[in-house]
């Protein structure tokens, strides 16, 4: 009887030692989830693309920040987010159904420490690009964080045989009612002082040099530094085909080259396009501006720009000839023209402005306009 009952204490006490066991590992198992959750509610999450825009075809860097605010170390902290497969990721090459990139980054974070993470991507296609919101699970509880970052994919550039074939026709051109003006840009050699020469053209350098006179920097001449362009996105085409995007992408990625030249140079230029945007607007017009915060903003319109018409361009040409547009050199980018385009066209011409076609069929080139009465007198 008393060997049955001592066995009956050894069960009962391992029982008991499983039970305060388990309770323990219970406890445990709690207080780790709680840790947890308690880091999680202290953990500060955001992204953002090193450059605000960057060309077709070049790459960028996407930057997380991941801080633990609380005093508990964190370890595989999953943050998952959708990337679009237009931006593409080095080293995450699966693609969720609906064509994005499923994106995950695991962290472990000590505790009061931001850990900066940095990937490349490759932009293989123009437009605006937004990263919304990144998320974590733990316990099949969803953790939001809110971090917003956005990219403008500008236009490709023009490769190098294509910019040479399109300055080839830029700078012939015809005789012009355009002023002739000094390009401050351009050097051309020294002369001597002459009455009404400018206090600002005068070289000291060579002057001291040469001693006895003074000497001023003699510049090139140009005709005019004011530059409209004109895209038109009326072709006749069905605008959900290949054929009409990859003519309006070529029109795009020319108005790229052409404003950087006039950058470069330090010409004013303007844009119009009738286009629809990504805001629902019908067309887009800047106006002639220059300098560099000028250009980038409207490589970022370029960047929204959707592929399919709005305005009819003969409407936006003839806004331009109601405002007094004058003294300015217009370049079109067209398949197409009509007559309502033509009438407009004339007008402005009559404006003392100079309009060119930059035919974007392939057997058309860079032509300057002539006008009904010019061609009679031919």
Request: proline content about 4%.
């Given at each position: 009887m008393e060997q049955l009952l001592y066995q009956l204490f050894v069960i009962f006490d391992r029982i008991a030692a499983a039970f305060v066991y388990i309770v323990l590992v219970i406890l445990v198992l709690a207080l780790l989830a709680a840790a947890r959750r308690y880091s999680l509610n202290h953990i500060t999450y955001r992204r953002y693309f090193s450059s605000a825009g960057v060309f077709e075809g070049g790459?960028?860097?996407?930057?997380?920040?991941?801080?633990?605010?609380?005093?508990?170390?964190?370890?595989?902290?999953?943050?998952?987010?959708?990337?679009?497969?237009?931006?593409?990721?080095?080293?995450?090459?699966?693609?969720?159904?609906?064509?994005?990139?499923?994106?995950?980054?695991r962290f472990a974070i000590m505790p009061f420490t931001t850990i900066r993470r940095t990937h490349t991507a490759l932009c293989q296609k123009r437009g605006f690009y937004e990263l919304h919101t990144a998320q974590t699970y733990f316990l099949k509880k969803e953790y939001v964080f809110d971090s917003h970052a956005s990219l403008y994919v500008y236009p490709r550039q023009l490769a190098l045989p294509e910019r040479r074939y399109l300055s080839c026709y830029l700078q012939s051109m015809e005789a012009t009612n355009i002023p002739i003006l000094s390009d401050p840009f351009s050097f051309a050699g020294i002369r001597e002082y002459r009455a009404g020469d400018s206090f600002h053209s005068i070289n000291f350098k060579a002057t001291a040099r040469h001693g006895g006179h003074f000497y001023v920097n003699q510049t090139d001449y140009m005709t005019g530094n004011r530059q409209m362009l004109y895209l038109n996105f009326e072709t006749g085409l069905d605008f959900t085909t290949d054929e009409y995007r990859q003519y309006m992408e070529t029109a795009l990625s020319y108005t790229s080259y052409l404003l950087e030249r006039a950058l470069r140079n330090g010409y004013e230029i303007g844009f119009c396009a009738n286009c629809l945007m990504i805001d629902g607007a019908k067309y887009l017009r800047y106006p002639m501006s220059r300098g560099l915060y000028n250009y980038e903003e409207i490589l970022k319109q370029l960047a929204c720009i959707r592929m399919t018409r709005g305005q009819s361009m003969a409407s936006l040409l003839l806004m331009d000839a109601q405002e007094n547009l004058s003294n300015t050199e217009l370049f079109l980018m067209t398949l197409t023209s009509d007559d309502r385009m033509e009438k407009a066209i004339e007008r402005l011409e009559m404006q003392d402005n100079r309009i060119h076609f930059i035919w974007l069929n392939e057997d058309k080139e860079v032509t300057p306009y002539v006008s009904l009465n010019q061609a009679s007198l031919m």
């Open positions: 790459e960028v860097s996407l930057i997380e920040e991941i801080s633990n605010r609380s005093f508990l170390p964190i370890f595989h902290v999953d943050i998952e987010s959708r990337v679009t497969q237009h931006i593409h990721l080095h080293g995450y090459g699966l693609l969720d159904p609906d064509g994005t990139q499923h994106f995950i980054s």
